[in-house]
C-alpha cells in the first residue's frame, strides 16, 4: 500500500519548499513577528489562512475542539491553549486575538448529544462551551446560534486573563470574534455595540475592538435575551436565562 503522508512530505520538500525557502529562511534569522492570535476550531474544513489571505509567519495558530477558551485561574496546569494565550500576548506582542468558530461544528452539536463514553477528556473539555447552549430542541437555527454565543463566551473569558485585559484597556489589544459558514465562504464578525453577528461582505469592521466588557458582567452579560420564538420551543425558568440572542 502507497505511503500517501510520505508521498506528501516529499512533494513539499521536492516541489514546494525551493519557491519558497528563502522567505522561511528570513522567518528563521528574523524571527517570527505575527501580528494576530487566531483561535481556531480544530474542525478540517476551518482554514485559516485560506480566510484570512495570509502566509508563514503571519498568523500565530491555536486549534482545539470548538475554538474554546479555558478560564484563567492562576494555576499551572497543563493547558496547552492558555498556555499560547499568553506567549503570544507577551513574547510575541501580538495586536490582534481572533476567536473563530464555524457552522456544523461537531463540538457544539456534542453539547446537546454528549461525547463518546471513553471521551473522557473531551466530555471535559466541552463544559467550556456548556453556557452557550440554548434550552431548546436541537434545530440547525439554534446551533447556529449557539455556534455564535460560544465565540462570545470565549470572548468574555479571554477578558479574565490580566495580560489580555491590561493591553485591551491600554488600547494595544484588539479582541474579534468571527463565524464561519462553511457553505458560504462568509464570516460573520461580531459587533458588540449590536450584539450580533455581521457578515463581513457588509461589515464596516473586522470585528469590534479593542473589545471591552460591560461594567457589570453579572448583571449585564453580553448574550442578549433569548427570542421568543425559543421560549415557545421549551419553557425556560429565570435562572436559565443566562444566554440570548447572539
Known amino acids: ?40 476550531c480544530s474542525d478540517s474544513r476551518l482554514v485559516p489562512y485560506l480566510l484570512t489571505g495570509t502566509g508563514p509567519g503571519d498568523l500565530f495558530l491555536v486549534r482545539n475542539v470548538g475554538a474554546f477558551v479555558p478560564p484563567y485561574d492562576g494555576s499551572a496546569g497543563f493547558h496547552g491553549t492558555a498556555a499560547a494565550i499568553e506567549f503570544a500576548v507577551l513574547n510575541l506582542q501580538v495586536s490582534h486575538v481572533v476567536v473563530c468558530g464555524h457552522s456544523h461544528c461537531g463540538g457544539i452539536r456534542a453539547l446537546y448529544e454528549g461525547a463518546p463514553a471513553q471521551a473522557i477528556n473531551l466530555t471535559a473539555w466541552l463544559e467550556l462551551g456548556r453556557e452557550a447552549a440554548l434550552p431548546v430542541q436541537v434545530t440547525p437555527e439554534a446551533l447556529r446560534r449557539t455556534e455564535q454565543r460560544a465565540v462570545i463566551l470565549q470572548l468574555e473569558r479571554l477578558m479574565g486573563y490580566p495580560m489580555v485585559r491590561e493591553r485591551v484597556e491600554q488600547g494595544k489589544l484588539a479582541l474579534h470574534g468571527w463565524h464561519y459558514v462553511i457553505e458560504e465562504g462568509e464570516v460573520h464578525v461580531f459587533d458588540v455595540k449590536s450584539g450580533e453577528f455581521v457578515p463581513a461582505s457588509s461589515a464596516s469592521h473586522s470585528g469590534t475592538g479593542p473589545y471591552a466588557m460591560p461594567e457589570d458582567t453579572m448583571s449585564s452579560p453580553l448574550f442578549n435575551e433569548i427570542d421568543e420564538s425559543y421560549h415557545q420551543l421549551q419553557p425556560v425558568t429565570k435562572s436559565d436565562c443566562s444566554c440570548g440572542k447572539a
Do not use: S, W
Not at 513539499?12 to 519557491?19: A, Y
Open 1 to 40: 500500500m502507497p505511503d500517501e503522508l510520505l508521498e506528501r512530505l516529499r512533494r513539499f520538500h521536492d516541489h514546494t519548499f525551493p519557491g519558497i525557502q528563502e522567505q522561511f529562511q528570513d522567518l528563521v534569522t528574523q524571527g517570527q513577528h505575527p501580528t494576530i492570535l487566531f483561535i481556531g
